[in-house]
C-alpha cells in the first residue's frame, strides 16, 4: 500500500488540538471517541474530535499531496505536538502505522479505521439564526456556571437558549441558583428555544474564545440537533429532550435594594466562609451602613464575622443564610458594582449585573 503524507506548521497544528482536545473524554464506552478524525484535502487538515453529545471539526493549512483521512490517539498526538518547538511537521501514513517527523526525531504510533468513527449529525428542516461572537462568548461564559452537575436530571444540566423576537436569553439552574444573560440588542424573525448538554459548554466556550469579537456565529436549529458555524469551525451537538423550566416565575417581587462593590463582598464572603460548617451556610445582615457576614461552626469551636461597606441600601434591615460556596460563584461573574434586590429572608436575592447578567440565589435557611 502506498505511503500518504501531509506536513504542516506545529503552531497551527498544536492551536486546533488544544480547542479539539477538549471534547475527547478520558474514558468513553465508544473507544474510538479517544481518537481525532484526520482528514486531509485540498491542502487542508481537517480534525474532528467527537463525544456522546456531539462532535467539532476545524481546519488549519497543510501541504499535501492525495486526499486520506485517518484516526490517532488524542491524548497522544496533543501532547506529542505541544512538546515540540515550531517547525514543519510531516505525517506519514502506511495503512494504519502512522509516523510523525521532525528535525532530530520521530514519532510512531498505530492509527485506527476512520470508518469506526462516529458519523456527523446533520440539521435538518432548520431554523437559522446570527450572533456575534462576542454576544455568544458573553453569554456562555456568564450564564452557564449554575447547570446543576447531576445527570440524572438532564434538562437542567443543561444550558438553555432562548431566542425571542427581541433578545437572546441563555440560562442556567441547578435549583439553588439561576443565572440569566440577555442580550437585547439583537433581532430574530422566528422564537426557538433548547437545551445545551453541560457536558460539551466548556468545548465550544474555548473555540468561541479563539474568534474576533466581531465574528459572526451562525446557529442552526432542528428537532434534535444544534450546529454553530465560526470561522474554521463546525461544532454539533444533540440538544437535550425536555421542557425547561420556567425560570421568569422563580423571580420575586422586591422591596429592597443593595448596591456594593462585588468584590470587596467577594473577599470577605470567601474569608469568613473558611469557618463554615459543612452546610456551608454564613449569615449575612442587610441594612443601611454595611453588610454583617458571620457564621459559627460549633463542632470545631470556630466562627468568624465581618463588616462589607454598602454603596447604597433601600429599605428595612433583613437577616437570611446563604451557602458562601455559590454567593462567591455568583459574585465573581458580577461588574464591579452590583445591585441586589431582596423582600424577606425566605424569598430569593436578585443579583443584577451591568453586563446584561442576573443572577438569583436561594436562601437556605431562616436565621
Given at each position: 500500500?502506498?505511503?500518504?503524507?501531509?506536513?504542516?506548521?506545529?503552531?497551527?497544528?498544536?492551536?486546533?488540538?488544544?480547542?479539539?482536545?477538549?471534547?475527547?473524554?478520558?474514558?468513553?464506552?465508544?473507544?474510538?471517541?479517544?481518537?481525532?478524525?484526520?482528514?486531509?484535502?485540498?491542502?487542508?487538515?481537517?480534525?474532528?474530535?467527537?463525544?456522546?453529545?456531539?462532535?467539532?471539526?476545524?481546519?488549519?493549512?497543510?501541504?499535501?499531496?492525495?486526499?486520506?483521512?485517518?484516526?490517532?490517539?488524542?491524548?497522544?498526538?496533543?501532547?506529542?505536538?505541544?512538546?515540540?518547538?515550531?517547525?514543519?511537521?510531516?505525517?506519514?501514513?502506511?495503512?494504519?502505522?502512522?509516523?510523525?517527523?521532525?528535525?532530530?526525531?520521530?514519532?510512531?504510533?498505530?492509527?485506527?479505521?476512520?470508518?469506526?468513527?462516529?458519523?456527523?449529525?446533520?440539521?435538518?428542516?432548520?431554523?437559522?439564526?446570527?450572533?456575534?461572537?462576542?454576544?455568544?462568548?458573553?453569554?456562555?461564559?456568564?450564564?452557564?456556571?449554575?447547570?446543576?452537575?447531576?445527570?440524572?436530571?438532564?434538562?437542567?444540566?443543561?444550558?438553555?437558549?432562548?431566542?425571542?423576537?427581541?433578545?437572546?436569553?441563555?440560562?442556567?439552574?441547578?435549583?439553588?441558583?439561576?443565572?440569566?444573560?440577555?442580550?437585547?440588542?439583537?433581532?430574530?424573525?422566528?422564537?426557538?428555544?433548547?437545551?445545551?448538554?453541560?457536558?460539551?459548554?466548556?468545548?465550544?466556550?474555548?473555540?468561541?474564545?479563539?474568534?474576533?469579537?466581531?465574528?459572526?456565529?451562525?446557529?442552526?436549529i432542528d428537532a434534535n440537533n444544534v450546529s454553530f458555524k465560526?470561522?474554521?469551525?463546525?461544532?454539533?451537538?444533540?440538544?437535550?429532550?425536555?421542557?425547561?423550566?420556567?425560570?421568569?416565575?422563580?423571580?420575586?417581587?422586591?422591596?429592597?435594594?443593595?448596591?456594593?462593590?462585588?468584590?470587596?463582598?467577594?473577599?470577605?464572603?470567601?474569608?469568613?466562609?473558611?469557618?463554615?460548617?459543612?452546610?456551608?451556610?454564613?449569615?449575612?445582615?442587610?441594612?443601611?451602613?454595611?453588610?454583617?457576614?458571620?457564621?459559627?461552626?460549633?463542632?470545631?469551636?470556630?466562627?468568624?464575622?465581618?463588616?462589607?461597606?454598602?454603596?447604597?441600601?433601600?429599605?428595612?434591615?433583613?437577616?437570611?443564610?446563604?451557602?458562601?460556596?455559590?454567593?462567591?460563584?455568583?459574585?465573581?461573574?458580577?461588574?464591579?458594582?452590583?445591585?441586589?434586590?431582596?423582600?424577606?429572608?425566605?424569598?430569593?436575592?436578585?443579583?443584577?449585573s451591568s453586563d446584561n447578567l442576573t443572577f438569583l440565589q436561594?436562601?437556605?435557611?431562616?436565621?
Amino acid at each position: 500500500m502506498a505511503n500518504y503524507n501531509f506536513t504542516i506548521s506545529k503552531s497551527a497544528l498544536n492551536k486546533e488540538l488544544k480547542v479539539l482536545s477538549k471534547m475527547v473524554a478520558s474514558k468513553s464506552t465508544m473507544p474510538i471517541l479517544t481518537y481525532f478524525l484526520f482528514e486531509v484535502r485540498d491542502d487542508k487538515l481537517f480534525i474532528t474530535a467527537a463525544n456522546e453529545n456531539g462532535r467539532m471539526t476545524s481546519s488549519a493549512p497543510c501541504k499535501c499531496g492525495e486526499s486520506f483521512r485517518f484516526c490517532i490517539d488524542a491524548k497522544t498526538v496533543t501532547e506529542a505536538i505541544s512538546s515540540l518547538p515550531e517547525q514543519p511537521v510531516e505525517f506519514i501514513l502506511s495503512e494504519l502505522d502512522i509516523e510523525i517527523k521532525y528535525e532530530g526525531g520521530s514519532f510512531s504510533m498505530v492509527g485506527e479505521d476512520p470508518e469506526k468513527f462516529i458519523s456527523l449529525r446533520k440539521t435538518e428542516n432548520s431554523t437559522h439564526y446570527e450572533v456575534s461572537a462576542q454576544c455568544l462568548s458573553n453569554g456562555l461564559n456568564g450564564a452557564s456556571f449554575c447547570a446543576a452537575s447531576d445527570d440524572l436530571r438532564p434538562v437542567i444540566s443543561g444550558v438553555y437558549f432562548e431566542f425571542t423576537p427581541n433578545s437572546l436569553n441563555i440560562v442556567s439552574t441547578d435549583g439553588f441558583a439561576l443565572a440569566l444573560y440577555q442580550a437585547n440588542d439583537v433581532s430574530f424573525e422566528e422564537e426557538k428555544s433548547f437545551i445545551l448538554p453541560r457536558q460539551i459548554v466548556g468545548s465550544l466556550i474555548s473555540a468561541i474564545s479563539c474568534c474576533d469579537i466581531n465574528d459572526i456565529v451562525k446557529i442552526d436549529i432542528d428537532a434534535n440537533n444544534v450546529s454553530f458555524k465560526f470561522q474554521n469551525v463546525e461544532f454539533v451537538s444533540r440538544t437535550v429532550e425536555g421542557r425547561y423550566p420556567n425560570y421568569r416565575s422563580v423571580f420575586p417581587e422586591s422591596d429592597k435594594e443593595c448596591i456594593i462593590d462585588s468584590t470587596s463582598l467577594k473577599k470577605v464572603v470567601s474569608r469568613v466562609g473558611l469557618f463554615a460548617n459543612s452546610s456551608n451556610v454564613v449569615s449575612i445582615s442587610f441594612n443601611e451602613q454595611s453588610l454583617i457576614i458571620s457564621c459559627e461552626n460549633p463542632d470545631f469551636r470556630k466562627s468568624s464575622k465581618e463588616e462589607c461597606p454598602v454603596i447604597s441600601y433601600s429599605g428595612s434591615p433583613v437577616k437570611l443564610g446563604l451557602n458562601h460556596s455559590i454567593l462567591a460563584d455568583i459574585l465573581s461573574h458580577c461588574s464591579d458594582e452590583v445591585h441586589i434586590e431582596l423582600s424577606a429572608a425566605n424569598k430569593a436575592l436578585i443579583f443584577k449585573s451591568s453586563d446584561n447578567l442576573t443572577f438569583l440565589q436561594m436562601p437556605l435557611q431562616t436565621i
